[in-house]
């Protein structure tokens, strides 16, 4: 007990204590990083990206705190699936309609991140998410839906976001509305293969993917910069919360050899089986990025039935 007390110290998040690894970034920091000593860790390639982001101090449920949060050094998987709208549209707030690739048929994801150098400190994460139309846009064009199948600018409702720390719970679910929860969950992401494991509140599987890594392909710096908004409520009123990802090296297929996606017994599970996905349309792995995830902000949306 004692080593894990001198391992971590306490921080308030708005009246919530949460507690962080003694000596890491968020206990040296408080989101206010000094890049060039970040720069000199070997897993990061580097903080150009950054050096071009400003952050700016904000209220918010979580206290007072820096915009956006950044993530130095991270991997991604995701594996989207083509679903029946009538079964998206269920799980949907009426205010969001699905993002539709054909009549009667959205597109629906489950994710799994890696964020080994970040503000708040190494972390992983997982989710069920489902594309939607931007809030505010009137007629959806071609142009939305292929920027969306390409992963550069997307809109999201996420069902479940399950993370492995504290810090990253309070944040997500105080902060920005995320459905949140802390669990076991591992996930490793390689040049050669790709495996996540979700537990659930019994120590068994959730959900768990294991998976050829695509062919991965490197980008210069700045070249690629994606966009993802997701849509939540806070206190009742609609906020969109935006996170630019700068892929540094990332692979995409179209096959589906190799890729295991097993649905255990939990949240993660019972939230994709009632999209009732019908056949997995792509596979996406970043095995290197960097992101900036900013604070959510108000916005408005109009109801589909109207």
């Given at each position: 007990?004692?080593?894990?007390?001198?391992?971590?110290?306490?921080?308030?998040?708005?009246?919530?204590?949460?507690?962080?690894?003694?000596?890491?970034?968020?206990?040296?920091?408080?989101m206010n990083p000094d890049l060039d000593e970040i720069a000199r860790d070997?897993?990061?390639?580097?903080?150009?990206?950054?050096?071009?982001?400003?952050?700016?101090?904000?209220?918010?449920?979580?206290?007072?705190?820096?915009?956006?949060?950044?993530?130095?050094?991270?991997?991604?998987?995701?594996?989207?699936?083509?679903?029946?709208s009538r079964a998206i549209r269920a799980r949907l707030p009426e205010e969001?309609?699905?993002?539709?690739?054909?009549?009667?048929?959205?597109?629906?994801?489950?994710?799994?991140?890696?964020?080994?150098?970040?503000?708040?400190?190494?972390?992983?994460?997982?989710?069920?998410?489902?594309?939607?139309?931007?809030?505010?846009?009137?007629?959806?064009?071609?142009?939305?839906?292929?920027?969306?199948?390409?992963?550069?600018?997307?809109?999201?409702?996420?069902?479940?976001?399950?993370?492995?720390?504290?810090?990253?719970?309070?944040?997500?679910?105080?902060?920005?509305?995320?459905?949140?929860?802390?669990?076991?969950?591992?996930?490793?992401?390689?040049?050669?293969?790709?495996t996540a494991r979700v537990a659930n509140d019994a120590g068994g599987v959730?959900?768990?993917?294991?998976?050829?890594?695509?062919?991965?392909?490197?980008?210069?710096?700045?070249?690629?910069?994606?966009?993802?908004?997701?849509?939540?409520?806070?206190?009742?009123?609609?906020?969109?919360?935006?996170?630019?990802?700068?892929?540094?090296?990332?692979?995409?297929?179209?096959?589906?050899?190799?890729?295991?996606?097993?649905?255990?017994?939990?949240?993660?599970?019972?939230?994709?089986?009632?999209?009732?996905?019908?056949?997995?349309?792509?596979?996406?792995?970043?095995?290197?990025?960097?992101?900036?995830?900013?604070?959510?902000?108000?916005?408005?949306?109009?109801?589909?039935?109207?």
């Amino acid at each position: 007990m004692s080593s894990t007390q001198k391992d971590t110290v306490k921080a308030d998040l708005g009246g919530r204590e949460v507690t962080v690894p003694k000596g890491g970034l968020y206990d040296r920091y408080r989101m206010n990083p000094d890049l060039d000593e970040i720069a000199r860790d070997p897993r990061v390639s580097g903080v150009d990206f950054f050096r071009r982001l400003t952050k700016v101090r904000v209220d918010s449920p979580i206290g007072s705190t820096l915009t956006p949060n950044f993530y130095y050094t991270m991997s991604t998987a995701r594996l989207t699936m083509v679903a029946p709208s009538r079964a998206i549209r269920a799980r949907l707030p009426e205010e969001l309609s699905p993002l539709e690739i054909a009549p009667g048929l959205g597109l629906v994801s489950v994710m799994f991140f890696r964020y080994d150098v970040c503000d708040i400190d190494f972390y992983t994460e997982a989710a069920v998410g489902i594309a939607v139309k931007p809030a505010r846009h009137g007629r959806l064009g071609f142009f939305d839906l292929v920027s969306g199948l390409k992963n550069e600018h997307l809109h999201s409702y996420v069902l479940s976001l399950p993370v492995s720390s504290e810090i990253a719970q309070v944040r997500g679910h105080d902060g920005y509305g995320f459905p949140k929860w802390v669990t076991g969950l591992d996930v490793d992401i390689n040049d050669l293969r790709t495996t996540a494991r979700v537990a659930n509140d019994a120590g068994g599987v959730d959900l768990s993917l294991q998976a050829d890594t695509p062919v991965q392909r490197a980008h210069p710096s700045g070249e690629r910069v994606g966009s993802l908004t997701s849509y939540t409520t806070i206190d009742g009123a609609w906020h969109a919360t935006l996170n630019q990802t700068h892929v540094l090296n990332s692979g995409t297929t179209r096959g589906t050899s190799g890729i295991e996606l097993q649905l255990g017994e939990g949240r993660m599970s019972d939230d994709l089986r009632s999209l009732t996905p019908k056949r997995t349309l792509q596979f996406d792995v970043m095995t290197e990025g960097q992101a900036a995830l900013h604070m959510p902000v108000p916005t408005s949306v109009q109801s589909r039935n109207k």
